[in-house]
Nanobody, 126 residues
């Protein structure tokens, strides 16, 4: 079992930056690829970014490429999402998730993820 706790959300203006953190506990953090997803009101959950176990491979949704950066610190059991140049369309609840699969690299498919955090709200005003 892996427990995930997100933090760092808040209310910001368009163009601002935020860094989300996801602290994990339980099983060995470096055994999991990690991902960030988001869900806006009335919309389906959407992939944002993912990172491989050692941090060598990453994947991003087209809508955030060049603005968001995913990273991880395996010594701190934490994954981060640096979000720059935020837009109102980025407003959503952001969730981190852990993928225990031993193959395939960082996944954009939410069904590949075994464990989820409770989410943190990000609101971007125009």
């Amino acid at each position: 079992q892996v427990q995930l706790v997100e933090s760092g959300g808040g209310l910001v203006q368009a163009g601002d930056s935020l860094r989300l953190s996801c602290a994990t506990s339980g099983r060995t953090f470096s055994n999991y690829d990690m991902g960030w997803f988001r869900q806006a009101p009335g919309k389906v959950q959407q992939f944002v970014a993912a990172i491989s176990r050692a941090g060598r491979a990453t994947a991003y949704a087209d809508s955030v490429k060049g603005r968001f950066t995913i990273s991880r610190d395996n010594a701190k059991n934490t994954v981060y999402l640096q979000m720059n140049s935020l837009k109102p369309d980025d407003t959503a609840i952001y969730y981190c998730a852990a993928d225990a699969r031993a193959y395939g690299g960082p996944s954009e498919d939410k069904y590949d993820y075994n464990y989820w955090g409770q989410g943190t709200q990000v609101t971007v005003s125009s």
